[in-house]
């Protein structure tokens, strides 16, 4: 298998050669257009030309060559930047489709402009998806000089902009936009019952930034829009009080990765003897258990500080992934509601969910997909599988010397916290400025305050605000500097050594350049990857090391503090092969989640196949192309958006409870499958049967005053929100073999051997 394994990568290493060899002749020939002697209006005529040439259907790669030579001469001109051969590679790369690795510093932002600037010379209009709305600006202000230099239009899209103002920005040739924005204003155009209403044109070609993030990290997390609704007082504190009665071990138990948590046959009698409710298992109880399960799980699997935290007496949740509060971010209706329940606050309410479409979802509707991140290899095959994207590793403008230390591993977290503090206060008195990365920010106040003890100032970073996070990051590098952050901050931002100042900048090389300290190894290796990636940018000197604990979460649930026979004790433990048993967890951890994004996957794709059947025939509606009345296109849209919200509904209701199909041995995602795929066959019927009542009552009027007196009209407000999908992950094994032979002993077993009810 081994020997597979190696002539397997052989050959895709032999292949990758083949092609950087390919771009490098490209490269050479791209130089060899000299256009250093001509002047601008040349220049100009040039990009003119190039327009016509596109816009007539010429190919694009015929065109290549001549596109790239332009914008490396005009980002000379403009901004002082003289493209790297690299930079060029890469950016042949992004036009060929490929999602390519990019190491941090290498100059992505520039390397983008010229596929972006290729592409947009079609008049389709290209999107440029960045990790936040700050980058979106900065990089539409920076680059800007060079698509206007050369006659094309270029902007940013920024949340709370109007409607206006959102129209003139997607006009744009390229426009720049976080792809959580994009995707709401997508759901905002799915709701639109006039055309002037909506913001978006055909999508045509998108360079995804920072894309293993956008494309792995958050390619789950529906964006949802529902019509608003007040605030009210959540009916989950009932629940939330059973849960808190109920202990564990001796009403409830984990599953062996701790991701899930069930009664047990105790638990199951005292949860019905506290809520009156009789057999809980009965089928008209089904949403008393489900309602108790949330409970549960906000009670006993969601820490305040590491999973949420409470600011302005709202509940803020906190991104798995970077350890960021997340900015508009819910949980499922049921454990939002649990959640806010257990701590003693109002909850918002939903709203009626009018549309919903997965990041993954969204971006696949563009026919044309190319990505860059730092951290792409480790994640291949799943690239592969779910966007048909090939990974393609450009290599660096100058050999990377960081050094990659062994991790240091203790026997506990005491010890490990000990010599954490040990090591930074050491390496600060060097004027060394290092780089900490933590895992929750309640690991980071206490990082802190143990520091500030130690008389070693730092800056902590959980900032919600975009620019005051890249600005401390950007200091990360300056001589004394000590920077606690959580995972991946700062996304998008160099660390230079010095910051601006090339005399510190030789000072600090002398010193080993930025150390970056992580305390945890995470589940998976590409986001540790990212954080070692922050040091050594551009051949820098720098180095990297992982402190690591046999108490920390990960090692705990795969039991290597068993297997790990040492005593407490205060040193790093020098057994060897720890660190690649980690790894090894690691990569099993990696390919776990990876099979659960696939079951996920499942449920959602079918809701989406349908979404975008009864969409196309609603854009058809709004655009005219069916032959109807106003009145008739009016009240047909309205009536698609009233039971399709319907259908969502009905499809959360289904997926809330789908896994208790597999009780009955049938399997719940052919069960799901057939369920919505019945409720959605009926839709056309009940669209026809409505709009025939409703046209009826109107008497053919086009009034608008008529329509909206009849309710023919938009939401009177919406919102827009991010559902975390994390819960569903770990619901996906919430009936384990302990919980199915409770329930078969229940309502099963106990009538048949006459066994009492406790």
């Known amino acids: 298998m081994n020997i597979a394994v190696k002539l397997m990568q052989k050959f895709k290493d032999r292949d990758t050669q083949n092609k950087l060899k390919v771009y490098q002749d490209k490269v050479e020939l791209i130089r060899k257009r000299n256009l250093e ?15 016509k040439e596109a816009k007539s259907g010429t190919p694009l790669d015929e065109l290549l060559i001549a596109a790239y ?20 590679m890469a950016a042949i790369a992004l036009h060929e489709r490929f999602l390519i690795e990019q190491h941090t510093g290498e100059g992505k932002t520039l390397s983008a402009v010229m596929p972006a600037y290729l592409n947009a010379l079609t008049g389709k209009g290209i999107h440029v998806l960045t990790f936040n709305d700050y980058l979106a600006k900065r990089d539409a202000e920076w680059m800007g000089p060079i698509y206007r230099f050369l006659g094309l239009t270029v902007n940013s899209v920024q949340a709370g902009m109007s409607l206006s103002e959102k129209q003139e920005a997607y006009a744009k040739d390229i426009t720049y936009v976080t792809a959580k924005e994009a995707g709401f204003d997508y759901l905002r155009d799915t709701i639109a019952l006039n055309e002037a209403d909506t913001v978006h044109r055909p999508f045509h070609y998108v360079i995804v930034d920072e894309a ?32 808190q009665q109920l202990k564990r071990d001796e009403h409830y138990d984990f599953d062996e990765f701790q991701r899930n948590v069930y009664l047990n046959e105790t638990g199951a009698a005292q ?37 949420y935290i409470v600011r302005d007496g709202k509940i803020e949740l906190i991104e798995e992934y970077t350890g960021r509060v997340a900015e508009n971010r819910y949980l499922p209706d049921g454990l939002q509601a649990a959640l806010t329940a257990k701590e003693g606050l109002y909850s918002i309410a939903g709203g009626k969910i009018l549309g919903t479409i997965t990041i993954q979802h969204f971006i696949s509707l563009y026919p044309q997909i190319c990505g860059m991140t730092a951290t792409a290899h480790a994640s291949a095959m799943d690239f592969e599988d779910i966007y048909a994207l090939q990974v393609l590793q450009i290599p660096p403008n100058r050999p990377n010397i960081r050094i990659d230390h062994l991790h240091r591993i203790y026997t506990h977290k005491e010890a490990k916290l000990k010599a954490l503090v040990q090591e930074i206060s050491s390496v600060h008195r060097t004027g060394r400025p290092i780089l900490i990365g933590t895992s929750s920010v309640e690991e980071s106040a206490m990082l802190a305050e143990a520091l500030a003890v130690a008389g070693v100032p730092c800056h902590v970073l959980n900032a919600k605000n975009d620019a005051e996070e890249a600005n401390i990051i950007a200091k990360a590098g300056e001589t004394g500097a000590v920077t606690v952050s959580t995972n991946m901050a700062g996304r998008g931002v160099d660390i230079r050594l010095g910051g601006v100042d090339p005399t510190q900048a030789e000072v600090i090389a002398k010193l080993g350049g930025l150390y970056v300290i992580a305390t945890h190894v995470n589940e998976s290796v590409r986001i540790d990857d990212q954080l070692r990636g922050r040091s050594g940018r551009q051949g820098d000197p720098g180095a990297s090391v992982f402190y690591v604990s046999l108490e920390d979460e990960l090692l705990l649930r795969f039991g290597i503090h068993k297997a790990v026979r040492a005593p407490r004790q205060k040193e790093a433990l020098e057994e060897t092969g720890l660190s690649s048993k980690i790894t090894s967890i690691q990569r099993i951890v990696m390919g776990q989640n990876f099979d659960i994004h696939k079951e996920l996957n499942c449920y959602s794709d079918m809701v989406e196949d349908q979404r975008r059947i009864l969409y ?15 009145a008739e296109q009016r009240v047909r849209l309205f009536y698609i958006d009233e039971f399709w919200a319907d259908h969502l509904a009905y499809v959360s209701y289904l997926r809330e409870g789908i896994h208790l199909e597999s009780l009955a041995s049938r399997n719940p995602i052919d069960e799901f499958h057939a369920q919505i795929t019945e409720a959605y066959e009926q839709i056309p019927s009940k669209i026809n049967i409505a709009s025939e009542n409703m046209l009826e009552k109107l008497g053919g009027s086009n009034d608008p005053a008529e329509w909206e007196k009849f309710g023919l009209k938009s939401p009177a407000s919406t919102r827009t929100y991010i559902i ?14 302990t919980t199915v032979f409770a329930y078969w002993l229940r309502t099963v077993a106990r009538p048949i051997f006459k066994l009492s009810k406790y």
């Open 37 to 51: 002697a001509w002047d601008d209006g040349q220049l100009l005529a040039e990009s003119l030309r190039l327009q």
């Open 69 to 88: 030579a332009l914008v490396c001469e005009v980002a000379k001109r403009k901004l002082g930047l003289n493209p790297y051969d690299v930079q060029i």
């Open 212 to 243: 293993d993030s956008l494309l792995l990290d958050e390619a789950r997390v529906p964006l949802v829009i529902s019509g608003d609704s007040p605030s009210s007082r959540s009916d989950g504190f009932r629940f939330a009080e059973v849960a």
């Open 271 to 307: 949860a019905e003897s506290l809520l009156g409710c009789g057999n809980l298992y009965d089928s008209h109880n089904s949403h008393l258990l489900t309602s108790l399960n949330c409970a549960l799980h906000a009670e006993s699997l969601l820490k305040k500080d590491v999973d």
């Open 616 to 630: 196309a025939e609603r854009l058809r509606i709004l655009k005219g192309e069916q032959p109807l009345s106003p």
């Open 724 to 737: 975390n999908d994390q819960y569903l992950q770990n619901k996906r094994t919430s009936w384990t073999g």
